[in-house]
């Protein structure tokens, strides 16, 4: 079994609780209600500001030039494509691009990108890709899934958020992190191994939590905002 599968193994409980949220389901069936999209929308941007930031690093940790542009591509794709479909739905829901961009980051949101940025900083590019990986597998997953349902990418607000996730373009890129990820794990003992599982465990629960963040709309105390 390659290293990513069983990374995926593992994980596949916390990812089938993903699959299976209401946030999702809202999403996939297109009942989901506008406000909580909206709170996700705007604590996602910031979660992508920070992810992004995770790109540039691993282009300068990278380990040839080849991977170095690639990871300068996925830098471009998610400033200049994810994030435009996140300005796309911020103007629809009458946010402005400086609004979107000023958003708070919930408590949730600050933990998932500290801990991505804090394992990268310091670790090696395994350890980053690694962390990184839950992120762009299982969007992709998600997408591949909704976009399953009869008239999901057809609805009339929800449907570009399914077509972009399971686009090719988003496919390759996981595609291409999971087999960096299994050359760079050829021949690393198994302790270390077992420490990178830990790792992927964790940012695949972030993944769930910020699913259940976003569904209940939960942020700092209003006294403590
Ligand atoms: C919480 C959260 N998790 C995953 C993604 C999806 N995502 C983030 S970066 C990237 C790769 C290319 O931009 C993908 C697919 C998201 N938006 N928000």
Not at 82 to 87: G, P, Q, S, T
Not at 142 to 166: C, N, R, S, V
Request: with cysteine; proline share 3%.
């Amino acid at each position: 079994m390659s290293f990513s599968a069983r990374l995926h193994q593992k994980a596949l409980p916390i990812w089938e609780a993903s699959h299976n949220h209401p946030f999702v389901k809202g999403i996939g069936d297109g009942t989901l209600d506008i406000e909580k999209f909206k709170f996700f929308m705007k604590q996602d941007y910031v979660y992508l500001i920070d992810y992004s930031r995770l790109f540039a690093l691993a282009s300068m940790k990278a380990n040839s030039l080849k991977n170095m542009a690639l990871f300068a591509k996925m830098l471009d794709a998610t400033l200049n494509i994810e994030m435009d479909l996140h300005r796309q739905y911020a103007e629809r829901l009458g946010i402005s691009a400086e609004e979107l961009e000023a958003t708070q980051a919930a408590p949730m949101t600050l933990a998932y990108s500290s801990y991505m940025l804090s394992v990268s900083e310091r670790g090696s590019l395994i350890d980053l890709v690694t962390a990184i990986l839950p992120c762009a597998w299982s969007y992709y997953e998600i997408g591949k899934k909704l976009a399953e349902i009869p008239g999901a990418m057809e609805h009339e607000f929800y449907g570009e958020w399914i077509t972009m996730y399971q686009s090719e373009e988003f496919g390759e890129i996981a595609d291409w992190l999971i087999k960096l990820l299994d050359e760079l794990a050829l021949g690393l003992p198994e302790s270390e191994l077992a420490r990178l599982e830990e790792i992927f465990f964790n940012t695949s629960r972030f993944e769930y939590m910020f699913w259940e963040m976003s569904y209940n709309e939960e942020s700092w105390p209003s006294h403590v905002r």
